[in-house]
């Protein structure tokens, strides 16, 4: 088994940042794309940027700019840092990791559960 436990979350003024982290634990034998995504009340999960294990990116178009995501391998971790943060932003952000278990599996996606970020003054 597989667990992710996000951290970071909370209040934060329009324009402010926080940072993000993402660590899985467990049976890893690998671990591939990594993600963040986010849920605004009433409305559906959204991609807000991935990032390979190559360290290739993409994010929504909504936070280029002013999102950035990053992994270290050696501590199977992702992190958002999250610059110039709008009301828009308010959203519970999950973290996704597929996850190998052992070398003859196919990666499974994992998902944390969710840390709130609230922007608001």
């Known amino acids: 088994q597989v667990h992710l436990v996000e951290s970071g979350g909370g209040l934060v003024q329009p324009g402010g940042s926080l940072r993000l982290s993402c660590v899985a634990s467990g049976s890893i034998f690998s671990m591939y794309g990594m993600g963040w995504y986010r849920q605004a009340p009433g409305k559906q999960r959204e991609l807000v940027a991935t990032?390979?294990?190559?360290?290739?990116?993409i994010y929504a178009d909504s936070v280029k700019g002013r999102f950035s995501i990053s992994r270290d391998n050696a501590r199977n971790t992702v992190y958002l840092q999250m610059n110039s943060l709008k009301p828009e932003d308010t959203a519970v952000y999950y973290c996704?990791?597929?996850?190998?278990?052992?070398?003859?599996?196919?990666?499974?996606?994992?998902w944390g559960q969710g840390t709130q970020v609230t922007v608001s003054s």
């Open positions: 996704k990791a597929a996850v190998a278990t052992t070398p003859t599996i196919n990666p499974y996606n994992y």
């Open positions: 990032i390979t294990s190559g360290g290739n990116t």
